[in-house]
């Protein structure tokens, strides 16, 4: 069973990395990804504690450097330049956080379960990769943890938008009683329904695949796989046959991702730190003990299961869903 280490004190962050093997990341280059912050948002893990983590990595003689891709929509990310003077906007500089900053725009191809990722470079090219992730909601996937930091922070934005456009609805009018559920649930008001007529935008569609899981009619099918499927098989991608370990940050849990500009409110009160091997039991981790807090939150206020991209990462042999919890 594995293991996830629970704590509430940073204090503790030194003992729960010990629990793991982390002399292995000696003499390593190490990527440290996360999730710098869109402009606006104020959830987004903070220079201070990444500077621990740095601080930790280096004591064991490893060379981290803090690590993230471009995004697909237009914004303060959408260019390496963009996105490094964001980082340093937040905070995220040599000086602050004692490591450098590096921005991917391509990738290397990558199949996993018959589809092709580009993974990024810097993480293509690392065996040993420390991720850090914020927990929090997303409007897409439910929630965001160590999964979706990779799913779609690791890869190229050409692939970020294969992976929205998978997601998207295919309309079966057939069985189709317009009920106008997928109207009423979409964020990006993509689809109007009227007692006779299912009118689409494709222009507005983000690709969430919101629609599609809650038509209890089976009049809408995903383009190509529920997006949570399609974000464990590209996290698998970028983390197979390395040696990774996973901190998920359970603070400021707010409805959205960090990638909102208008994320809130926060659902949820802080809980703490997790620190795991395996991708899928921290995030299965990470969903307990926030339900044990606020039941069903995330499903509630997104009207997405998170729980799938957990389901999906293990079938899928991402990692496992059984855990161990330690609590320090």
Known sequence: MTKVVFFINLEH????????????????????????????????????????????????????????????YHGSRHTKQEYLKLADHHGFTKENVGCNVAIDDS?????????????ANHLKEATHIFALSHVKGHIQSGMGGAIKNFGMGGVTKETKIRIHDGSSPVYQKDACTFCGVCAEVCPFHAIKVTKHSWVYHENKCFGCGVCVENCQNNALKNQDADIQFLLACSAKACVQGKNVLYLNELKRIAKGCDCDPNAGPVICPDIGY???????????????????????????????????QIKYGEEIGLGSSSYQLITL
Do not use: C
């Open 107 to 119: 990738g290397v191809p990558t199949v996993i379960e018959g589809r092709t990722f580009h993974v």
């Open 274 to 308: 997790l620190v795991s091997d395996d991708p899928v039991a921290i995030d299965k981790a990470s969903l307990d003990l926030i339900n044990k807090v606020v039941e069903n939150v995330f499903l509630k206020i997104n009207r997405i299961d998170p729980l799938k």
């Open 13 to 72: 962050l030194h003992q729960a990395l010990t629990e793991f093997p982390l002399k292995k990341f000696a003499e390593k280059k190490v990527p440290v990804k996360l999730h710098m912050g869109e402009k606006g948002n104020p959830y987004f893990v903070k220079p201070d504690f990444v500077k621990l983590v740095v601080d930790e990595l280096k004591n064991v003689s490893a060379d981290p450097f803090l690590f993230d891709t471009t995004v697909a």
